[in-house]
């Protein structure tokens, strides 16, 4: 069989949703070959990482805006425990009513609650903690130890003491989303990206991300299973990190036999030529600037929030709805929410409906100045929802969002691979968006389903000018009694 090639032009034409793509769509649920969202390396020695591990106390609006904390942590597992207990542990559960089945919600949020990502980390001289690679298991928070040593497994700079990986298994996304998934995993690696480097940052370390790297050097590397892609690696440095000379040992391969995750893997040829696509690296090719502009609304100072990252990054939800009528959040709340100009790709568009001092319309974002562009006045409750594929909480939030990706200058500096950059940061937006507002007292959800092409006449932009690749909502949600702080593993 001939494998199927394309560019990331075909794959975003063909994964757009409309009226007709939806009425021809086929795509039925398969409940009982639903895949496992956990992933788990069986065969291998399973390290301990400590319960209840220090809480970052600094608060997340800082955290956010640039300063950093400090982490407690005096050994390598509680240092370890901490990171991963603040950025993609288990934080609650659901119920479902019909079944009584409680499932498992995290840190970081996920598309469909499918969580596509796995969290693979390499430790080089973390005190009192073997050096090794390591996959992360959530379900129970502790380590899989796939290798034992790892100094000749080339990762990151070779100075970092942690450098992860994360990974995406698209079948576990397409078994929900189809061909569409692609884009979802990719938001999903942009949030998890960004609430590990948060967390980081919160313990007082910085973290780097390198988007260009040989993927099938790194998924052999790490032998890695051949459903997980490598997508993103992710250094961790500071003085903060406790650390002690690493080990010179030749490196123990334990491996660990991948979990099957459902009875059968259907495939998605689509999916996997675009990412073929994107494994191409261009070679460097500088990104052009970014098309700045100035808009006639300055945003005030930031509302302040004293709530901590830990318990800000714990307790964050997704909305299942937005209480739809009074109270309004203030120009200074949303503008404690809107991040700040540290991305490349990525415009905001905002559809105002309920914000004091600003009429409702749409507006978009000139981060550099801090400044609001008022595009189009009139309510937006009816088109953001019905652009959100008539989901109703972006119509009823406070405020909504549509990303609009600079698709084509991310493939001009940096090929397919581009296509990827532009969706993780929109994800990584999300999760700024997300912690942002929990800590303001306000709720959020992210919106991967949206009619795109309407979006781009309701704005009346060009493809040119950018393309919609994430929808988000933001303000007071509606109590979701199914949801609990607490989750048993069966
Ligand atoms: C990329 C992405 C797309 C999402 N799309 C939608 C959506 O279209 N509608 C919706 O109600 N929730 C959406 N969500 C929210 C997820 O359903 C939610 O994150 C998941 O159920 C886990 O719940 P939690 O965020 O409370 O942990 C999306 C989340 C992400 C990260």
């Not at 795509?27 to 319960?51: K, Q, T």
């Not at 919600?105 to 990502?117: A, D, E, F, I, K």
């Not at 996304?173 to 609430?195: F, M, N, P, T, V």
């Not at 993927?215 to 961790?236: F, H, K, T, V, Y």
């Amino acid at each position: 069989m001939r494998s199927l090639s394309i560019g990331w032009r075909d794959y975003h034409e063909s994964t757009k949703h409309s009226l007709e793509s939806l009425r021809r769509s086929s795509h039925a649920l398969d409940w009982a070959n639903m895949p496992d969202p956990f992933r788990h390396y069986e065969g291998v020695p399973v390290l301990d990482l400590p319960a209840d591990p220090p809480v970052p106390e600094t608060a997340a609006l800082d955290v956010l805006q640039g300063p950093g904390g400090a982490t407690p942590a005096i050994d390598g597992a509680t240092f370890l425990s901490q990171l991963l207990f603040y950025s993609a542990s288990i934080s609650a559960s659901k119920l479902v009513p019909s079944t009584g089945y409680r499932y498992a919600l995290r840190v970081n949020p996920s598309s469909g609650n499918l969580h596509p990502t796995e969290f693979h980390f390499l430790t080089r001289g973390l005190k009192d903690w073997p050096d090794g690679l390591y996959h992360y298991r959530p379900s129970s928070h502790m380590a899989e130890q796939r290798a034992l040593g790892g100094s000749e497994i080339e990762l990151g700079d070779g100075a970092a003491p942690v450098v992860f990986v994360l990974t995406s298994i698209a079948w576990r996304e397409a078994w929900k989303y189809g061909d569409r998934a692609y884009r979802y995993c990719l938001l999903d690696i942009g949030h998890a990206w960004q609430s590990l480097a948060l967390a980081a940052r919160a313990m007082g370390c910085e973290a780097r991300a390198i988007h260009a790297f040989p993927d099938g050097q790194i998924a052999q590397a790490g032998r890695l299973n051949d459903d997980e892609w490598p997508m993103l690696a992710i250094e961790l440095h500071g003085n903060t990190i406790p650390v002690r000379k690493p080990d010179a040992c030749e490196t123990v391969w334990y491996g660990g036999e991948a979990n099957q995750l459902s009875k059968e893997t259907i495939a998605y040829p689509r999916i996997q030529a675009m990412h073929e696509a994107t494994k191409l690296i261009y070679p460097g090719v500088p990104t052009q600037a970014a098309p700045s502009g100035r808009g006639e609304i300055q945003l005030p100072p930031s509302a302040p929030s004293s709530a901590g990252f830990g318990t800000v990054v714990r307790t964050r939800r997704s909305a299942l709805d937005f209480v739809g009528g009074p109270p309004s959040i203030s120009l200074a709340q949303l503008a404690a929410i809107l991040p700040a100009s540290c991305f490349d790709f990525i415009q905001l568009y905002l559809y105002v409906h309920r914000v004091e001092g600003l009429e409702p319309g749409v507006y978009r974002h000139w981060p550099d100045h801090a400044e609001l562009e008022l595009i189009k006045k009139g309510d937006q409750r009816v088109a953001a929802a019905g652009l959100s594929l008539g989901q109703f909480l972006a119509g009823n939030a406070c405020v909504a969002f549509s990303m609009i990706g600079d698709l084509e200058r991310a493939a001009r500096a940096h090929g397919d691979r581009g296509y990827r950059y532009v969706h993780f940061e929109a994800g990584a937006i999300g999760q700024r968006l997300y912690l942002a507002a929990e800590a303001l007292g306000l709720r959020a959800t992210g919106i991967g389903a949206f009619y795109d092409d309407e979006v781009h006449r309701h704005f009346g932009i060009s493809p040119e000018q950018g393309q919609v690749v994430y929808h988000f909502a933001i303000g007071y949600p509606v109590p979701d009694l199914r949801v609990s702080a607490s989750y048993a593993e069966k």
